[in-house]
């Protein structure tokens, strides 16, 4: 009997384009591997929705808010359908930045110095001395960072915006000059490393989705003791989570530093980009796993309780 497989995609998140990316792109490599699929464009009528599609599994696309916090994970907990990607709990403690670094400090995964600060009191003066990062604590896709330069004399006065739509708590943390690296994790697997390049600028909104936008580079290249490290951590980020299926988690390395001590963890993404030329699958093509082969395993692997 053929599986029938709910995909969920858009949302109304700040995320909504890239998860309709994300979504149409599995979806139509789960139609390839044999999978009946119904896409589900996901509004507030959800349960609704998948009360009359009655699906199987249901493969979650969804990014940002209410798709990547444990919201529409505890909503399918109560409808007893299958889900892929993390559970409640690990979703939620990955969005949420300070919960996740807070775990992260316990398992021994190193982090940044960084604090949460409300976006007003960002926005009066220096939280951190220059250079340091501020990002939104809850939202993905690189959406509302700024990076504090040396030469700033004043923080970023867009804070102040009454049209700011990343809510009002933001995580400082001091900047780490160096490489963008990261590894994704499939099963209890860590994949390859990749260190992405921005063509300009830091990997933002556009280096992340615009063609061109940045090279990755698979493997990295760097130190074989700094690239295990790496997939130590990720997998270690994983299982201190609680994550299940497939996650990502993002590293800053200053290569300066002696052996890996300029590594530190920003954060896991529990709802990674799934087009064909994002990370995950670039990672895991690079494992042996076609795009085909990956989206089949997320969705054999799907359960509840998790």
Known sequence: ???????????????????????????????????KVTYVDVDRDLAIRLGE????VVFNALHGPYGEDGTVQGMLE????????????????AMRKAHSRTIFKAAGIPIADGKVVHRLTAAESHVFPPPYVLKPEAQGSSFGVFIVRED????????????????DYLLAERYVAGKELTCAVMGNVALGVIDVVPTQGFYDYAAKYVPGGSKHVLPAEIKPNVYQEVQKLALKAHRALGCRGVSRADFRYDDRAEGTTGLVCLEVNTQPGMTETSLVPEMAAHAGHSFGDLVRWMVEDASCNR
Not at 53 to 56: G, H, I, L, W
Not at 153 to 166: G, I, M, N, V
């Open 152 to 167: 700033q004399a004043h923080p970023p006065q867009e804070l102040f915006s009454s049209d700011w739509k990343y809510g």
């Open 78 to 93: 109560i409808m007893g359908l299958p889900y892929t990607h993390s559970g409640v709990l690990a979703s939620a403690l």
């Open 1 to 35: 009997m053929t599986k029938h497989v709910a995909v969920l995609l858009g949302g109304w998140s700040a995320e909504r384009e890239v998860s309709l990316a994300s979504g149409k792109a599995c979806g139509a490599a789960l139609e390839g591997e044999g999978y």
């Open 53 to 56: 599609v009655k699906p199987d």
